[in-house]
């Protein structure tokens, strides 16, 4: 099992710019961060997941990096940095930096001069081509539509972006990027961060040439994703940042790896590889994509066998040779109660239910913040209300084709990255708490008087003390977090089932993911005599029959079996 303090974490992400804001400009910020550590700690989370904080014009806020080694001035100083890690760590807690190598912002130094002229010393920094036929050197398209490739009128040449145009793709081909970057990684470890999440690491190495996609579609499987994505010389780059940088350090590191199957994700995270301790796969998060060529935005419901499956396949691939991220939700995912629960009907039970299967899987859990009091979708009325760049870029595309308004913002209103952006719903006063007077950033939920972080932790049952007590239950029972992972009932269309083995401990997890209400047989090796109900969503009758559970709507229960 080979046991790791980042094995027995829990993760808590924040995006700081919706998280806390202290100085009331509407923009959350680390001092405001630092206000919160304590309802952190009380939670029981373990690491913080910072998402970018360094100096950026926020295209793709702070994804688009113009100074690794500042802090972006709306969230901050140096010194208010510091004083963040410090109180982080004096609470026993540890800081995980999110870390974008594939590109920069356009506003970085070094693009700056690599745009200036064809023979700058900066040039090769990043990936400059002539155009082709009147057009861009190949038809890749872009994560946030349109091509990846931008003209730029000082050396009538095309520089190459996988994301939004202020988002140039870094050149990993010369040594003197590398260089650069290790410095810079070298630079945050000696001020004592805990670990790095890599950002869009399976894209730092694109194809020799930059042959043209037979299909230049988007995500996930199409030819043009597979130019750019987990291509054998990211794990050379990959290992030689081991080697030379991350090694010398007690750090936890994980990879954004779309694209992948688990076997494929042993290269990354495998005991002997030298690379990564986890990586964050995407195959859960396509489950409702219409079609594999289609991209997130063509919407089908997911179902909960494939989910079954997806998951069972990660699970039992990376026992004992690897190390699982479990994530329901993050900063570019739909809220979880709203895509995978009932916001509508059963958003309390629903939100227990997916959280039990979070905590209860192999792997280290992330929660991305206001998961814990079951925050949901806003569903705002008008395009005018988004603001992230890959929403807005789609919907002008899309509208430009002609495609009718209300079909484009349906899709928004379920797959846009800003239904997880919203600021943190604190308490029920103006904003929701989130800042003092400013007006924030972008709209809070309008479900802030009912759903908040005050009201949660007055009530007893409320999601905020269920997610409390499953950490308090991992902390406690080794068997959750290095337990066998085995499915039962793989084809049930509702329950989804499983049990966790470790040493004389099992572990037996019922969930139901939907509001029917079907019976679950206890299976017939599982001696029901010695069981104990470690946790459950609804409360539990003394005379219920085990041996045949009716389950209530999204009922979770955790059995410990000795
Ligand atoms: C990752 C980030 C996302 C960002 C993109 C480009 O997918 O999670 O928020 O827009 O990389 O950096
Ligand atoms: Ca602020």
Known sequence: MNPKWWKESVVYQIYPISFKDSNGDGIGDLRGITS?????KDLGVDVIWLCPIYKSP???????????????????????????????????????????????????????????????????????????????????????????????????????HLYAKQQPDLNWDNPAVVDELHNMIQWWLKKGVDGFRFDAIAHIVKAQGLPDAENPNHLPTV?????????????????????KVLYFYDIMTVG???????????DYVGDTRRELNMVFQFEHMYLDA?????????????????????????????????????????????????????????????AKMLATFLLTLEGTPYIYQG???????????????YRDVETLNFYHERRERGVPEEEIMKA??????????????????????????????????????EINVAAAQKDPDSIYNYYKALIALRKEHKVMVYGEYKLLLPLHTEIYAYT???????????????????????????????AKLLISNYKTAAEEDILKLQLRPYEARVYLIS
């Not at 998961?371 to 209300?385: A, H, K």
């Not at 099992?506 to 599982?526: A, R, S, T």
């Open 58 to 160: 926020n295209h793709d806020n702070g994804y688009d990096i113009s100074d690794y080694c500042d802090i972006q001035q709306q969230f901050g100083t140096l010194e208010d940095f510091d004083r963040l890690l410090r109180e982080v760590h004096s609470r026993g807690m540890k800081l995980m930096m999110d870390l974008v190598l594939n590109h920069t912002s356009d506003e970085h130094p070094w693009f700056v001069e690599s745009r200036s002229s064809e023979d700058n010393p900066k040039r090769d920094y990043y990936i400059w081509r002539k155009g082709k036929n009147g057009g861009p050197p190949n038809n890749w398209e872009s994560y946030f539509s349109g091509s990846v490739w931008e003209h730029d009128s000082t050396t009538d040449s095309y520089y190459l």
């Open 500 to 530: 966790r083995t470790f040493e004389e401990n099992k572990l037996l997890v019922i969930l139901n993911f939907f509001d029917q209400q079907p019976v679950f047989e206890w299976p017939n090796d599982l001696n029901p005599e010695g």
């Open 256 to 266: 954004e790896t779309s694209g992948l199957g688990p076997h494929q994700a042993l």
């Open 290 to 350: 219409a079609s594999p060529g289609s991209g997130k935005w063509e919407i089908k419901p997911w179902n909960l066998i494939e989910l079954k499956k997806v998951m069972s396949e990660w699970q039992t691939v990376l026992h004992n040779q690897g190390w699982n991220a479990n994530y329901l939700g993050n900063h570019d995912q739909p809220r979880p109660v709203s895509r995978f629960g009932n916001d509508l009907n059963f958003r309390v039970p629903s």
């Open 412 to 449: 928004i209103r379920k797959k846009s990255r800003d239904n997880a952006r919203t600021p943190m719903q604190w308490d029920n006063t103006e904003h929701a708490g989130f800042t003092s007077k400013g007006q924030p950033w972008i709209n809070v939920n309008s479900n802030y008087m």
């Open 223 to 243: 030819r043009a994703y597979q130019l750019f994505s987990n291509l054998d010389k990211v794990h050379t780059l990959l290992q030689n940042l081991h080697d």
């Open 371 to 385: 998961e814990e009091i079951g925050m949901t979708n806003p569903s705002f009325d008008s395009i005018e209300d």
């Open 36 to 40: 919160k550590l304590d309802y952190l």
